[in-house]
T-cell receptor
């Protein structure tokens, strides 16, 4: 089983739609969780950290479920500019604590 | 504030040749990471430095890859000899202190093609 798993997609959604991605992680001792965004042929950039209580940043909401070992990202009112790959990142004890990236979920927002 | 700098941006070599990549992290960032990102996959950590010491190099293929950060600032990653499967984007990232909640800032990457 992979340490961090994501549905690779692509998720094709119309503008204005709400879309949600999940990411599961295997190590219950994982400490911190993030969503990064990666545009085509660009470097990853932090979208948001994920806190136990859940957190929101504009149209984006992230949640953590430690019991079921998954994190989620909800995007409301999708824009064309949201088209990108969304990488789930978990800081997990694998030897030392390290950042482990999922394969990413591709999102295409269609006009 | 200047971001993470990497060079070269692109490199094409033949298998069995050697290649080196350079990274200059954000000023004041103690932790520097090298990642390998193969097409269609997420970045995979190769090595993590805290200042000039190695924190984790468990996934670095040490028979062919080497990395150094001699003065605790910039870093080089070398591959010698390169194999076809080394074709990937090599991303350098830095963070302030390397704590589990730190934000990592990535450079633009070096796209390596091995023929």
């Amino acid at each position: 089983r992979k340490e961090v798993e994501q549905d690779p997609g692509p998720f094709n959604v119309p503008e204005g739609a709400t879309v949600a991605f999940n990411c599961t992680y295997s190590n219950s001792a994982s400490q911190s969780f993030f969503w990064y965004r990666q545009d085509c042929r660009k470097e990853p950039k932090l979208l948001m950290s994920v806190y136990s209580s859940g957190n929101e940043d504009g149209r984006f909401t992230a949640q953590l479920n430690r019991a079921s070992q998954y994190i989620s990202l909800l995007i409301r009112d999708s824009k064309l500019s949201d088209s990108a790959t969304y990488l789930c990142v978990v800081n997990s004890p694998s030897g030392t604590y390290k950042y482990i990236f999922g394969t990413g979920t591709r999102l295409k927002v269609l006009a | 504030e200047a971001g993470v700098a990497q060079s070269p941006r692109y490199k094409i070599i033949e298998k069995r040749q050697s290649v080196a990549f350079w990274c200059n992290p954000i000023s004041g960032h103690a932790t520097l990471y090298w990642y390998q990102q193969i097409l269609g996959q997420g970045p995979k950590l190769l090595i993590q430095f805290q200042n000039n010491g190695v924190v984790d190099d468990s996934q670095l293929p040490k028979d062919r890859f080497s990395a150094e950060r001699l003065k605790g600032v910039d870093s080089t990653l070398k591959i010698q000899p390169a194999k076809l499967e080394d074709s990937a984007v090599y991303l350098c990232a830095s963070s302030l202190a390397g704590g589990p909640a730190d934000t990592q800032y990535f450079g633009p990457g070096t796209r390596l093609t091995v023929l």
